[in-house]
């Protein structure tokens, strides 16, 4: 079924009832893949993507995002995510934002599917989405300007491996799409038929419990913080609840479509929660088959591999680089829509390589039913359809020596049949030059010969010019010319700036080495970005052998480097001389193989989508490439010599291939090549340079094994020869390609560095942000009658409507001729009509007229000629049985004769027949005319001569049938003879002309003047005169005919020679001339004045005097010719010489001048003030006053002579001084001035007011008091003198003194003030409310009292001024003590108080209780019962006393005792005590579940023991590999009673080893050999020979000041600094210790010696950082899981922290002295460190119910908690030396805080960190490890950014990190 009449029954199935869709297919999905620019995931369990960085922020619920991330467990986050421990077996809502189209442990580990992720700005992507929101939501303003696809594609679920045989075939695909502008987002999932296959994830920590948990799909704004350090659950909304409803999620959608759902999610004003599309309509299950829309190829799409590091491309990375460049990037590469004669769907060619439709194919994208096809019409600006793809042909060869006979081009003429698109006469593919060697080329081979025979113009080609280009004629023929806004060759024309596609096939037979492979029509697609010249070409399919050895063709792509190169000054691309139409030769010779390859590229035109269509033809040897080889070339330039319709180049490149069999090997070859194109010769103005430089500056090349891809990417620009760049900070940035305009923009250089963005032809934006003009809806279409507009990226096409065709100019639409198809019976007739047809049953036959039956009783009479014929043509007897399309049928009577009137029914040209149904001549006339009578007899017709065939040749209407005005048609007489008299209907010019209709010399004269006698013979014809030769050249008409206003025609006498008086028609401007015609000098009058006497004699002309020269060199029109205004223009006398006075004619001033034109001074008047007189001589001349000088020295008038408004200009009197009073003209304020133009003090007066009387003397002026200095001291004029609005000026009295009330003029507030100027507390009033009576004293003030202050203390608003909630504020009586009773208005809680505000023991109440009764008298209090002291101990709200969120708070009964049954608040856990309220094994209850009954008694297993030392060994060490070890990482084995097996190993392999019954390896019995050692836990093994191992021994680190050291499992590395910056490049490994796990790490920096803890050997270690020193066992006993590691430089003492026994412990750095320092009060210690300075101890527990931070001295005295409240899981811990404080950085918060040892002083440095682990600091930076990055991350401490990271190419956690110096940094020792 055609898929119109599918619609049409979909169509029609909705109209009785619904119509049925089915669920969306993968090739629905939006397009993704690496050919669709995306990144892969990592594959793995718990896998994160490095940051995406959006080009504009991301609104989700009501904040904004910069960044995203996307994880393997099914979400998108805009933070980096905790370890997937933490949320993927809990519910929703997260603690973290999340988009979750599917959160469940997924695992891709071991090629179990694929993450694809992008950010991009693809028109057809951000149309999709556009089209899927406005469908949800009607009434949403959504224009999106960016979009996120995420795409899961056969990813499986996590599956522990002891559990099953193997792991489940059962995978998932599905999409999140997020699209969003400036104010709003949407949310897309998409959920593909047969997509889902499970629907839920075990938990990893189900203990053999047979549980299932459903996905979570939906979304979650995560945790907010309130009172600084406390955070509660932020709004959230789920999708799914159930299994269920996770299965509902392909078979039903919030949008009318199965498996599509649409949600809002964002916005920037205001935004609750997330709001689901509702679309009614019925929803069913899927059918097994959708019709989804695909395309025939082989390549999906092709994403840009450009922006790789350093501009290097790392083909086994690709996941780390960025999608595209924060400038808006590059839209996606995709395929162009296949021919007609591909198959409607293609599947994936392998499971590897996803299938995707391509971006920007123009079709819409049907769910579950098939599209309605576009027409394989042009659009109205393409070209013709004949040039789109056809297979190419297989090359042939020439004969020798020259070229191949050109085909004959076939001149066009109106036919009977119309066949689209046979108007272009085609290029041929060969034969223009054969040989690639310059020496051999032919360049007359004449790929297109004009002649003036038969010529060809504009009148009768047009049509073979691209829509967006105008036609010329030239003497020799016509030539096309692109429009501005579009460049190419006139035949082909591209808008300017956008983005350029190329597709086509690549075919031939290559020899690898010495195996033939060959290639069958692959797919190749191309990208060019033409505003910076990369360009990125991939060929599909590509068979591995040939892909490897076809790297280093790099040629093959440079061809669209060519055509699309940025240019540089004086330069020109290739399309720009080819169009798109061209062959190009080339050939290849490597060496040292002499291997020889010939490359044949064909372009055939421009497709429907303006993409370009390239066939290319391999064939020859290439060398043999190893598999796996990279090959690198070197950027290079390369000479273009161009000659005409040929350009050639010959070049030598040399490249390098790098492989794992051969090394490094470096190669060359000689590419030659030409390319031969159709140029057109006739215009003669338009020249090519002979020679340009092409420069690639980069060159990437690689192929892809598992896609099969061969990929090129080139950067090139095009410059003339010898152009060497200059320094890039002199380069503009459009010739550099660095700038930041749009893809789809033109760079416009301006002066210097400077430039303009300008979107391309089609686009519309400010040039760094484009979107597409959609022409169709905005009414900007060429489409004519019976077309439809379809809106294409940057542009549209026309297509005709059912019933029409496009006509021979391939751009208006004509009626279909369907009874030239033979639609009716063959006993019926057709007729037709506009845009249908009809079927009539002939006489004698009934039926519809589709199928007739002959009438009884009828005799059938014998077929006449006619209806032979007429039905010859209807059955398609005449082209092989089938119907010719726009032949012309003959019409016959019911008797079978031919119709007198013969009509054509798609040209509507009419004409009368004979009986034998030839045309009668004379008889035919054009559409729109009433046709010829038929009846009337002929008369005898005369041939046409050559007057007529001349008339009727000329075009006077246009293709859409309007008048042609200016075009000149000849009259002839009623013989068909030229009149003798010729007139041109619109110039009104008329002329004489011979019999031929040539014009007679001298006979022409212009509109309004006595015509010439054309009957009078002509005189002896004298040549030309110079007058007659100017005035004929002169263009008065434009190329279509019409007349050019304003040129100026010379006018000559009768003899030729020039008149010698000139006028110009358009401007009136006369003059006199010599015989020359040249202009005799002031002789020009301007219009409207009386002409020179040119008879009179030139008087001998003076030279021009110097006011005439400054007068003629004024500007005074603009370049277009409009006046300018405000140009002071000098008058001069009839001399010649100034006039004494001089006035500017804008502002009006005048003044006298010198003989100099200088001005005169003391003359200048301003306007309407009477002038000076100038002819009174000069008074002896003064020098100029401060005041003149003052006044001079104001710029009044801008550089291009316009008045200055606003500027303050002094006015001085007659004698130069300083007028008394002084007025600004602009701002109205007037003042007076002493003699020196200072002004006085209190005499400044606003606009509108009296000014001062300034020749009052001044009273004795006594000295400025404090409240005058003040209020001067104000700046209320900015530098320019403009009134500053919002300044506050104090006001004073007539003394000088503040007056007591002071309000500010702007904000309109008022308070009292002392005589200083201070204001008085409690007297400031609001705008609007009365002010305070500030003449009433104050009262005495008592002073605050201790509840006073501790009230005013209390921080109830935040720094931007909003309450804080939460708050504790103490309430005090009218006397400002304390109120017995106290209340927590948040909390609810009561209690009574002292008179100190100290809580009374025993008073607090919970809320909804009664309070105590304050005033009752205490009992005698008993001393605190040990949980009190714990209860009380508890810190519940911060220093600033905000309530504090998370702390455990244990629970006393009235007498004090901890109560059997404790909780957390925050968690939710319950767990049953004893009476010291330690927790009793085996009473922990989770939250909603049933708590122990802690009144009975816990049985007690009798087996049941404490863990062992192998027990805790092996969980601590599982809890550092993340959960899961590797199989080659050590776990401890042990018995089942907790003892250590007798046999050792590293995971799964049979490197083993005997321990003694403490664990301690027995030595000598390690053995690599299948056959583990026999090793018996009470007898002494026997000894095995030792395999050789090798011995770690110390690389030293690179030679820096300041290097890092890090520790990373097995090794030590060492990260040097260069000033605070990582230094990667210098990166090396110091120490690798096979089979540990190094977690501490410390430096000592006197004897320049490391120390570190290992986890696996349970040992602590020193080496000292020389060459080949050997590390040392410092202490292997009695350790468990030593993590923290701290060295004493001073005291030379080293102190750890064992996380396992909970204890903190101290040695000397030999390891001797070892004692425990703490064993208590500790449950997870992790970090230490010691300032020997202070001799002061720092640590970390980061117990997860009441987590801190501690200190102590060095000898273990003073402990004291540090920090306890608003932390969760403090890792790292450092000194600050440069503040004295103490910092750490925390994964459960995290936050980077630092506080002072006091506890005060407590900020946060960073808000939102990863993963860290452990930190050091220096110099103003913070540096850690992180476990979610796996590296060492930056952060200033100044700025709170991430401003470096570094990423070790071995990616696993990263532990401790220490400085490394080579002298010891202050406060170290």
Not at 281 to 302: C, I, K, N, Q
Request: aromatic share 8%; charged share 20%.
């Amino acid at each position: 079924m055609e898929r119109g009449s599918m619609l049409a029954a979909c169509l029609l199935c909705w109209s009785c009832g619904v119509c049925v869709v089915s669920a969306i297919r993968r090739a629905d999905m939006f397009p993704y893949g690496v050919l669709s620019g995306d990144l892969i995931l990592a594959e793995g369990d718990d896998e994160t993507s490095r940051v995406l960085l959006l080009p504009r922020p991301l609104n989700f619920y009501d904040s904004r995002y910069s960044q995203l991330y996307v994880a393997t467990n099914g979400i998108i986050s805009a933070q980096d995510l905790p370890m997937e421990k933490q949320y993927v077996d809990d519910g929703f809502p997260t603690d973290f934002p999340v988009v979750a189209p599917f959160l469940a442990d997924i695992d891709t580990s071991g090629g179990r599917g694929q993450i694809y992720y992008r950010v991009t700005e693809t028109p057809s992507v951000l149309n999709r989405v556009a089209q899927e929101v406005h469908r949800g939501f009607p009434d949403a303003k959504f224009t999106p300007t960016h979009v996120v696809v995420a795409t899961w594609e056969n990813v499986a679920a996590y599956e522990e491996q002891t559990r099953t045989a193997g792991p489940s075939n059962k995978v998932n695909t599905f999409q999140a799409v997020i699209g969003y502008d400036e104010t709003d987002s949407y949310v897309l999932f998409l959920y593909p038929e047969g997509g889902l296959n499970f629907f839920g994830t075990r938990p990893k920590e189900s203990y053999n419990v047979e549980i299932e948990l459903p996905a979570r799909v939906g979304f979650s704004r995560g945790e907010i913080t309130y009172l600084i350090f406390s955070r509660t659950e932020g709004p959230h909304y789920s999708v799914t609840s159930d299994e269920q409803s996770v299965k509902n999620l392909y078979q039903v959608g919030n949008t009318g479509i199965p498996g599509v759902w649409l949600f809002h999610t964002g916005n920037s004003y205001s935004f609750d929660n997330i709001v689901p599309a509702s679309i009614g309509g019925l929803l069913v299950t899927p059918p097994t088959r959708g019709h989804g829309l695909s395309l025939d190829t082989t390549t999906a799409e092709y994403g840009e591999f450009e922006d790789y590091p350093d501009n290097t491309f790392d083909p086994n990375n690709q996941e780390e680089e960025d999608d595209y460049p924060l400038t808006g990037g590059d839209p996606e590469f995709q395929t162009a829509p296949a021919g007609a004669d591909h198959p409607e769907s293609l599947q994936p060619a392998s499971p590897d390589a996803p299938s995707s439709p391509s971006e920007d194919s123009g079709h819409q994208v049907a769910y579950g039913s098939k599209d309605v096809p576009l027409t394989s019409e042009p659009r109205y600006n393409s070209e013709p359809a004949e040039r789109q793809y056809a297979p190419p042909n297989p090359p042939e060869r020439a004969p020798e020596g020259g070229a191949q006979e050109q085909q004959p081009q076939v001149p066009l003429e109106v036919v009977d049949v119309y066949p689209p698109h046979r108007n272009e006469p085609r290029l041929s593919p060969g034969g223009h030059v054969v040989s690639v060697d310059e020496d051999n080329v032919d360049f007359d081979t004449g790929v297109i010969q004009y002649t003036t025979e038969n010529k060809e113009t504009c009148a009768r080609f047009q049509q073979q010019c691209s829509q967006n280009a105008f036609c010329s004629d030239y003497a020799t023929g016509f030539c096309c010319h692109c429009r501005p806004g579009f460049y190419g060759n006139g035949r082909y024309c591209l808008p300017e700036g956008a983005p350029q596609r190329v597709s086509g096939k690549v075919s031939g037979t290559v020899t690898v080495g010495s195996t033939p492979v060959q290639l069958n029509n692959i797919d190749l697609h191309a990208y060019i970005v033409v505003g910076d010249g990369r360009a990125y070409t991939a060929i599909s399919e590509v068979p591995e052998p040939v892909g490897w050895a076809l790297m280093p063709l790099a040629p093959i792509g440079e061809l669209f480097g060519w055509l699309f190169a940025l240019e540089l000054p004086n330069s020109q691309a290739g399309f720009k001389i080819t169009g798109a139409e061209f062959t190009r030769r080339a050939e290849v010779i490597f060496y040292p193989g002499n291997q020889r390859l010939s490359i044949i590229q064909t372009g055939r035109g421009l497709d429907e989508h303006n993409h370009l269509t390239v066939d290319t033809v391999v064939s020859g040897n290439v060398p043999f490439l190893p598999p796996g080889a990279e090959v690198t070339m070197d950027p290079f330039k390369e000479t273009y010599q161009y000659y005409p319709s040929v350009a050639t180049s010959t070049s030598v490149r040399e490249f390098s291939v790098v492989s794992a069999e051969r090394g490094s090997e470096s190669f060359s070859f000689q590419l030659k090549q030409n390319i031969t194109y159709r140029d057109c010769r006739h215009d003669h103005r338009t020249a090519v340079p002979e020679t340009l430089q092409i420069t690639m500056e980069r060159v990437f090349v690689m192929y892809v094994k598992e896609e099969r891809i061969l990929r090129y990417a080139i950067t090139n620009k095009i410059s003339p020869v010898g152009v060497e760049p200059t320094e890039p900070e002199l380069v503009n940035p459009c010739y550099a390609g660095n700038h930041d305009c749009d893809t789809t923009a033109q760079c416009i250089p301006l002066q210097g560095r400077d430039f303009q963005c300008q979107c391309a032809t089609g686009y519309r934006g400010d040039g760094r942000n484009c979107y597409d003009v959609d022409e169709c809806a905005e009414s900007l279409s060429s489409c004519g009658a019976h077309a439809q507009c379809v809106n294409l990226p940057g542009s549209h096409r026309c297509q005709c409507q059912s019933g029409y065709e496009f006509g021979f100019d391939g751009r208006t639409c004509v009626d279909v001729d369907e009874c030239s198809s033979s639609l009716c019976h063959i006993s019926a007739r057709c007729i037709n009509t506009l845009g249908s047809f009809q079927c009539q049953c002939q006489a004698g036959f009934h039926g519809d007229g589709f199928y007739c039956s002959q009438q009884e009783g009828q005799t059938v009479r014998p077929r006449s000629q006619c209806e032979q014929h007429r039905d010859s043509l209807q059955s398609g007897g005449e082209q092989g049985g089938r119907p010719s399309l726009g032949a012309f049928v003959p019409q016959c009577d019911s008797d079978g004769r031919y119709r007198p009137l013969q009509c054509h029914g798609s040209t509507g040209h009419c004409w009368c027949v004979d009986n034998r149904g030839q045309e009668r001549g004379g008889t035919r006339t054009p559409p729109g005319t009433p046709p010829t009578d038929c009846d009337r007899p002929d008369e005898p017709e005369r041939p046409k001569t050559h007057c007529e065939h001349h008339r009727d040749g000329v075009q006077t209407t246009s293709p859409e049938g309007y008048p042609v005005v200016g075009a000149y048609v000849p009259q002839c007489d009623d013989n068909g003879q030229y009149t003798p008299s010729q007139c041109h209907g619109s110039t009104g010019h008329c002329w004489c002309v011979d019999g031929n209709g040539q014009e007679r010399a001298g006979t022409r004269t212009a509109p309004g003047t006595t015509r010439t006698d054309c009957s009078e013979p002509d005189e002896p014809e004298r040549p030309k005169t110079h007058c007659e030769h100017h005035r004929d050249s002169v263009q008065t008409t434009d190329r279509e005919g019409y007349p050019i206003v304003g040129a100026y025609v010379p006018q000559c006498d009768a003899n030729g020679q020039y008149r010698s008086l000139q006028c110009h028609g358009s401007t009136g401007h006369c003059w006199c001339v010599d015989v020359r015609g040249q202009e005799r000098g002031g002789t020009r009058t301007p219009p409207g004045t009386a002409p020179t006497d040119c008879d009179r004699p030139d008087e001998p002309e003076r030279p021009k005097t110097h006011c005439e020269h400054h007068r003629d060199g004024v500007q005074t029109t603009s370049p277009e010719g409009h006046p300018v205004v405000g140009a002071y223009v000098p008058q001069c006398d009839a001399g010649g010489q100034y006039t004494p006075l001089q006035c500017h004619g804008s502002t009006g001033h005048c003044w006298c001048v010198d003989g100099r034109g200088q001005e005169r001074t003391g003359t200048r008047t301003p306007a309407g003030a009477p002038p000076t007189d100038c002819d009174k001589p000069d008074e002896p001349e003064r020098p100029k006053t401060h005041c003149e000088h003052h006044r001079d020295g104001v710029q009044t008038t801008s550089p291009e002579g316009h008045p200055v408004v606003g500027a303050y200009v002094p006015q001085c009197d007659d004698n130069g001084q300083y007028t008394s009073l002084q007025c600004h003209g602009s701002t109205g304020h007037c003042w007076c001035v002493d003699v020196r133009g200072q002004e006085r003090a209190g005499t400044r007066t606003p606009p509108g007011t009296a000014p001062k009387d300034c020749d009052k003397p001044d009273e004795p002026v006594r000295p400025r008091t404090y409240c005058e200095q003040h209020r001067d001291s104000v700046e209320t004029t900015s530098p320019e003198g403009y009134p500053l609005i919002g300044v506050f000026v104090p006001q004073c009295d007539s003394d000088g003194q503040y007056t007591s009330q002071q309000c500010h003029g702007s904000t309109g507030h008022c308070w009292c003030v002392d005589n200083r100027g201070q204001e008085r507390a409690g007297t400031r009033t609001s705008p609007g409310t009365p002010p305070v009576d500030c003449d009433k004293p104050d009262e005495p003030e008592r002073p605050k009292t201790h509840c006073e202050h501790h009230k005013d203390r209390a921080q109830t608003t935040s720094q931007e001024g909003h309450p804080i909630v939460g708050a504790y504020v103490p309430q005090c009586d009218a006397d400002g003590q304390y109120l017995p009773l106290q209340c927590h208005s948040s909390s609810g809680h009561c209690w009574c108080v002292d008179n100190r505000g100290q809580e009374r023991t025993g008073t607090r109440t919970p809320p909804g209780t009664p309070p105590k009764d304050c005033d009752k008298p205490d009992e005698p209090e008993r001393p605190k019962t040990h949980c009190e002291h714990h209860r009380d101990s508890v810190r519940t709200t911060s220093p600033e006393g905000h309530r504090l969120t998370g702390e455990f708070t244990p629970r006393c009964d009235a007498e004090g005792q901890y109560l059997p049954r404790q909780c957390s608040g925050s968690s939710g856990y319950c767990w049953c005590v004893d009476s010291r309220g330690q927790e009793r094994k085996g009473t922990r209850t989770p939250p909603h579940k049933p708590s122990v009954d802690c009144d009975r008694p816990v049985p007690v297993a009798p087996t049941q023991r404490p863990e062992s030392v192998c027990e805790r060994w092996r969980t601590s060490l599982i809890e550092h590999y993340g959960g899961k070890p590797d199989s080659q990482q050590y776990v401890p084995q042990c018995e089942p009673d907790g003892q250590f097996s007798p046999v050792q190993c590293y995971g799964e392999t049979t490197y083993c080893w005997c321990v003694d019954q403490d664990g301690r390896e027995v030595a000598g019995t390690r053995s690599h050999d299948v056959v583990k050692p026999a090793c018996l836990p009470s007898a002494a093994p026997p000894t095995v020979r030792p395999l050789p191992r090798p011995r770690p021994d110390v690389t030293p680190p690179p030679n820096a000041d300041i290097t890092l050291l890090y520790a990373q499992g097995q090794k030590i590395g060492a990260l040097p600094l260069n000033g605070t910056r990582l230094d990667a490049t210098r990166s090396k490994t110091l120490l690798t210790l096979h089979g540990s796990i190094v977690v501490g790490i410390a430096y000592d920096c006197k004897e320049n010696q490391v120390y570190w803890t290992d986890l696996s050997a349970r040992t602590i270690n020193r080496a000292s950082l020389v060459a080949g020193a050997e590390p040392e066992i410092l202490i292997n006993t009695n350790l468990v899981s030593p993590e923290g590691l701290a060295v004493d430089v001073k005291r030379r003492l080293m102190f750890w922290v064992d996380s396992n026994p909970d204890m903190i412990e101290t040695a000397n750095l030999d390891g001797s002295g070892r004692r425990t320092l703490f064993g208590t009060d500790l449950v997870n210690p992790r970090a230490i460190i010691v300032v020997s300075s202070t001799g002061t101890l720092y640590w970390t527990d980061w117990n997860r119910e009441a987590p801190k931070i501690e200190s102590a001295s060095v000898d273990g005295q003073n402990r004291r908690v540090v920090v306890s409240d608003g932390i969760g899981l403090p890792n790292a811990l450092t000194y600050d030396s440069s503040s004295g404080q103490v910092c750490w950085a925390d994964a459960g918060t995290k936050r980077l805080e630092c506080v002072s040892p006091d506890g005060s002083g407590r900020r946060v440095v960073h808000p939102s960190l990863n993963y860290p682990f452990s930190m050091v600091y220096y110099r103003n930076h913070f540096y850690y490890t992180d476990w979610r990055r796996d590296g060492v991350i930056a952060v200033n401490k100044d700025s709170s950014q991430i401003t470096d990271e570094y990423l070790p190419d071995q990616r696993s956690h990263l532990y401790g990190i220490a400085i490394a110096t080579t002298h010891c940094l202050s406060g170290s020792h």
